[in-house]
């Protein structure tokens, strides 16, 4: 039997009470979850912890041996600090085990006023390099980062050999194709964005138009986003995943809307020494969030046994999803020149190393497509 | 990045956190690329020796008023960017190769066959991005002329000009006129009548729109 030291920790996201003691009962070492308010990156109507809620759910993670993870990731408002500042201090005084911050000053407030509540360096800092790394490090006393996307299985293992503290990498859900924390996409087209409002492509700003042909176009704001066939699913709107033409030629131009699925490099990315595997989806409900921590649970344990992994656990999950959009492997109709573009698509050459991450693309729907 | 930090004739500018810790202790810039979007994140950064922080263009016009404000208490002024298309998304892949079929380590450059980035329209053929490299900036030009004697009253003192391909000298009289609070001789959109203009976020709008003053 394969002999490992531990398993990484599984971290996974809660979106409501709910939510929380499904992944917890699910297997989940970790849940991640934020205030119902504008200090966290999944500021969604519906969504998200009351003060009590939250109190209550650090309790029952607790007392089912699992541990909570605040996550208070935008960027706080000029002359409304206060609102971020006191979401730290509760976190501290509900027994969070962890905040998970993006904001400079923010995480300057939490090292000098609650210096032993663990500091944890949100992907919307985008920090992905040793440097970046470092300077948290070294000014906030982070203990982990969670890392960008892009980078790949050797990156990350390289990383880990040089930077003072632990990290955690995205292994589910959809991401953002920009760098994180740095995108103002969204509030381009909305007024409102992930750093600011805590919303990307924000529902109240899509809408969707049935052409005569039957096609379906789907706006963000002003913009058309995307045109689907008549057989075609629409999928949402997430501004970076929508077709565009660039160049005469018309397809996903940034990236295609399919999310992340790293059940098959398990092994790799687990010898590459990450502390924790992030699943993203704060937004899903509670049958999608049990099967992918049911789905990660078994293939951690699996793999501690020695025994192999099963990589297809979340295909049909995925699909399902995937086919709010397009199934997978498939061209489908689309927009047109949308195949002429196709071999432009992230499938292959060098590119895709280094831009394409860690994983292969897998599906799920993207309400919102962001990592956090 | 620590042999330029080493040179203490040269301002740098930082639009990475990667580059902060060799310029601690000695006088930088921070570009729109660093989130600076409040007092206690600008404090943080003066303190060590941030002097000018040019601010995201997503800022409305009450967040810099408060950060000049602040960054007057640390020595730190706040530049705000007027003119030009405006940093909208960073990424790791380079969508200027990706158009031309290239990889980006193979690219030939390409980004130099269009000095005004290129073009990215919806599938309704509505202008919408530009790309550039490995950057996505906004289609439309920022235009801010009829606002910065508001904002020098709010205490700011630089206001930078994103360059485009077009007659700058002509645009930098411009924005020099209205700096000196001289009335412009003539409006930006005659100057480039092409171009689409925009200033939405200064009053916490969309991006895109353009708002009469
Ligand atoms: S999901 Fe939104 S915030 Fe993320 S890269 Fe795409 S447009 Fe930007």
Known sequence: MKQIKSLPELVCPAGTPSALRVAVDAGADVVYCGFRDKTNARNFPGLNFSRDEMADGIRYAHTHGAKTYIAINTFPQAGNVTLWKQAVDD??????????????????????????????????????????????CDAFNVKRVVLPRVLSIPEITALNSVIPCETEVFAFGGLCVMAEGRCNLSSYATGKSPNMNGVCSPASHVRYRQDKDGAMTSKLGEFTINRFAKEEAAGYPTLCKGRFRLNGEAGYIFEEPTSLDALSLLPDLLKSGVAALKIEGRQRGRAYIEAVVLAFRQALDAYAKGRPIKTDALINLAEGGQSTRRPAGRAGPAAEGEKRNRHLLPRHGHEQARGQCHARAGGGPDADDRGQ | MRELAADRTLTIEANDVSALPPLHGRNHVIGPYISVYNEETLQYLAQHGARRICLSPELPFSAARTLAAEGRRHKAEIEVQVFGRMPLALSARCYHARAHKLTKDNCRFVCAKDPDGLRLCTLDDQPFLAVNGIQTLSDSYLDLAEKIGEMKAAGIRHFRLSPQDCDMVRIAHHYRNAADGREPLKKIETLLPQIRFSNGYYDGHEGHRRLSP
Not at chain 1, 93 to 99: Q, R
Not at chain 1, 103 to 132: C, F, M, W
């Open chain 1, 91 to 136: 976190a501290a005084s509900f027994g969070a085990d962890a905040v998970i911050v993006a904001d400079i000053g923010l995480a300057a407030y939490t090292a000098k006023n609650h210096p032993h509540l663990r500091l944890h360096l949100s992907v919307q800092a985008s920090a992905s390099n040793e440097d970046a790394i470092c300077y948290y």
